[in-house]
């Protein structure tokens, strides 16, 4: 072996600065799939609630045994709900009677501030 050869042990500032520069990429790659993963998670945890507040109003007025007064019951605003602070859910119900059927279309639509759009569910009730 030669002498510059033996001489050789550590890295050059060259390689270093190169090794840096990937570790930093991958750093900040990491970075950015964490906040991304974690801004998912949030907002897939407040759109479960909303869904969940939504599916609840529904099956209330489903099971509501007075259908003629369905409107007088359940339509309107709520806000500040017990358990889902920052929450407003409304409730809608049109009546459409015609010759051949006569139902009534519920539809719940639940909003927050954390939410990028409402959530929002439908269901159609008819007279028994």
Do not use: C, W
């Not at 479960?48 to 209330?60: K, N, P």
């Not at 045994?65 to 605003?77: D, M, N, Q, W």
Request: proline share 3%.
């Amino acid at each position: 072996m030669t002498n510059a050869m033996r001489a050789r042990k550590g890295l050059t500032l060259i390689e270093t600065l190169i090794a840096l520069t990937i570790l930093t990429g991958a750093m900040l790659g990491m970075g950015t799939f964490v906040a991304k993963l974690s801004h998912g998670s949030g907002t897939g945890y407040e759109m479960s609630m909303a869904g969940d507040l939504a599916v609840a109003r529904i099956e209330q007025v489903k099971a509501y045994p007075v259908y003629s007064s369905l409107e007088a019951k359940f339509v309107g605003t709520e806000t500040g709900i017990v358990g889902y602070p920052g929450f407003t859910r409304r409730t809608y119900i049109t009546h459409t009677s015609t010759s051949r059927a006569d139902y009534k279309t519920v539809t719940v639509v639940v909003t927050a501030a954390p939410l990028s759009s409402p959530m929002k569910k439908t269901t159609i009730i008819a007279a028994f």
